[in-house]
Nanobody, 115 residues
Framework: QVQLVESGGGLVQAGGSARLSCSASGIIFSWNDMAWYRQAPGKQRELVAVITSGGSTNYADSVKGRFTISRDNAKNTVYLQMNSLKPEDTAVYYC?????????WGQGTQVTVSP
């Protein structure tokens, strides 16, 4: 059974930082591209950052220079370090694992940035 479990969300003041973690089980973690998506109320889910199985990264323009995605294959965990947070970063953040054959989602973790 595949499980992606996010943690690290919560309430943060604007300008502050937060670190999200996503722990995976039931997949060969190192074979998967890992990504963070987010969905704000009334908006579509959007890609925030992705790190490939080879370690390449890509970011949404809105978070470039502020967010950093990383992975620890030994711990089956992907991270999202979020700095200089803005109220518009408020959303539910979802972890995604993609092996090109199957895609899996976590349950999401809420990040709320207060002005």
């Amino acid at each position: 059974q595949v499980q992606l479990v996010e943690s690290g969300g919560g309430l943060v003041q604007a300008g502050g930082s937060a670190r999200l973690s996503c722990s995976a089980s039931g997949i060969i973690f190192s074979w998967n591209d890992m990504a963070w998506y987010r969905q704000a109320p009334g908006k579509q889910r959007e890609l925030v950052a992705v790190i490939t199985s080879g370690g390449s990264t890509n970011y949404a323009d809105s978070v470039k220079g502020r967010f950093t995605i990383s992975r620890d294959n030994a711990k089956n965990t992907v991270y999202l370090q979020m700095n200089s947070l803005k109220p518009e970063d408020t959303a539910v953040y979802y972890c995604n694992a993609d092996s090109r054959l199957r895609s899996y989602w976590g349950q999401g973790t809420q990040v709320t940035v207060s002005p």
